[in-house]
């Protein structure tokens, strides 16, 4: 993401509405902003639905409180970025993603990539080829966060140098 557009949503958004870790991510066609809301007062800390049905209800008590300002933010960055704009929030270990873009990829596959599509998909594990891709890419994404997050920070770093070169 670039540091103008990081800037944009830094400066626009209400310092009380995320309590920590506003993350901003995005591609070529979203940008999808997040944070953590404070974890709400239950009275029985131990009951983990009680806690679960509490930091549900705070994130859609959030997102009914902040949807007409977030939407104007949203107007204003997809006019400036040319990309959607998506929200989302957490507490704890939850997370909701508001409405947010589930875009189409194509992908050719050979035989013995399209078999384990198939296999995922006759196991029950995906309802068929497309979700089984996006359950691939999500183990991937789970089980190498680490290098995942080691080859993002590399193109960050190239970015910086490309970005300091001479402009011709």
């Not at 066609?29 to 509490?54: H, N």
């Amino acid at each position: 993401m670039s540091n103008e557009a990081q800037r944009f949503f830094t400066d626009r958004i209400p310092g009380d509405w995320f309590e920590s870790n506003l993350e901003i991510i995005s591609d070529r066609d979203e940008i999808l902003v997040t944070g953590d809301l404070a974890d709400p007062q239950v009275e029985d800390a131990s009951d983990e639905d009680a806690v679960k049905l509490a930091r549900a209800q705070a994130v859609n008590e959030f997102r009914e409180a902040t949807r007409d300002e977030r939407m104007k933010i949203a107007d204003e960055a997809e006019t400036l970025f040319g990309r959607k704009v998506s929200w989302g929030a957490g507490i704890g270990d939850q997370r909701v993603l508001f409405t947010h873009l589930g875009v189409p990829v194509m992908s050719r596959l050979r035989l013995p990539e399209r078999e384990t599509l198939d296999t995922l998909v006759t196991a029950g594990v995906a309802r068929n080829r497309s979700d089984a891709l996006a359950w691939c890419v999500k183990y991937v994404r789970k089980q190498q966060a680490d290098w995942l997050a080691e080859l993002q920070e590399a193109f960050t770093k190239v970015e910086e140098v490309r970005s300091s070169g001479p402009n011709i």
